[in-house]
């Protein structure tokens, strides 16, 4: 199960720098253009990220021909427990798969998103829909893509601000193998896990309140 990731605030706070400079980096051109280099986190912001750790359920619909269908996500929430950017990768038994992403909004809707996998060309992805939330994007997932997944060391999921920048978010990768080849969590542990993400959100989030409140005189 995923969360909802991201909201309207947390979006224009990451264009403007404001939520501790996470890793909007301004470019001068967009997708349709010239391509520019993987964007790379700036120094010292993935330690004020906070990620859901790579979860693996399974689901099997309640009709006679229903598939059984896997999902590995993982979600990315800025130190402030602001919701950013989230991955899943879906695959239904005996269908093809697909690699879901889903950004906070604002994004301009037309150069769509991208992912890259540590050095590797960049993929672009159009989004499929936006909603309250945030807007998804997804592909199918060809077995080069999620061997790349399992050895990489990260996947960067981009889009672009309606101020023609460029957001690079970063999943780490550690742990997508095993967790995506393994068992899949039961219930309980779903909830368990579940239940440890929203207490440390809450924790960090009444954190970064404390550091903004003027100091008492």
Do not use: H
């Given at each position: ?18 939520a ?5 980096i301004?470019?001068s ?11 790379q ?71 769509g ?36 997944m ?7 999921v ?27 969590a ?32």
């Amino acid at each position: 199960m995923t969360a909802n990731f991201g909201s309207a605030t947390a979006w224009r706070l990451l264009i403007t720098g404001a939520a501790s400079g996470l890793l909007t980096i301004a470019a001068s051109v967009a997708f349709g253009q010239q391509p520019p280099a993987p964007i790379q986190p700036t120094a010292g912001a993935q330690e004020q990220l906070y990620y859901s750790p790579w979860l693996k359920q399974c689901f099997k619909g309640q009709e006679a021909n229903a598939r059984l269908v896997c999902t590995t996500s993982r979600g990315s929430f800025a130190d402030s427990g602001m919701a950013l950017a989230s991955g899943v990768l879906v695959e239904p038994e005996g269908d093809k798969k697909i690699l879901r992403i889903t950004v906070p909004e604002p994004v301009a809707l037309s150069p769509g998103a991208r992912i890259v996998v540590d050095q590797d060309p960049p993929i672009a992805i159009p989004f499929s829909t936006c909603y309250r939330n945030g807007c998804l994007a997804e592909i199918d997932a060809s077995p080069e893509l999620i061997a790349r997944m399992k050895s990489g060391q990260t996947l960067f999921v981009q889009a672009v601000a309606l101020t023609n920048q460029v957001l690079s978010l970063p999943l780490p990768l550690a742990d997508f193998k095993k967790v995506n080849e393994g068992a899949p969590a039961d219930a309980k542990a779903v909830q368990d896990q579940m239940k440890k993400v929203q207490t440390e959100l809450q924790k960090r989030t009444q954190i970064a309140q404390q550091k903004t409140q003027p100091a008492p005189r």
